[in-house]
């Protein structure tokens, strides 16, 4: 579900316009969650990066040494 296509239970609006108090409320919730999910995601893949790139130069330094 996106949140851009999220309908206000108080003013029947679209929630990203944040035309209500509840509208701004759940707007900067589900925000946070999204900052949240990419914040412990994106470490997760650098780690995961960083150990592909590493094998992958270990591999290149066995084959020419
Ligand atoms: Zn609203």
């Not at 679209?14 to 701004?24: A, I, L």
Request: with cysteine.
């Amino acid at each position: 579900m996106t949140y851009d296509r999220l309908v206000c239970a108080n003013c029947a609006a679209p929630v990203s316009e944040g035309r209500c108090p509840v509208c701004r409320a759940n707007r900067e919730r589900l925000q946070q969650e999204r900052d949240n999910f990419f914040a412990g995601l994106n470490p997760m893949a650098l780690i995961a990066l960083l150990a592909v790139l590493i094998a992958a130069v270990a591999l290149l330094a066995h084959q020419t040494a």
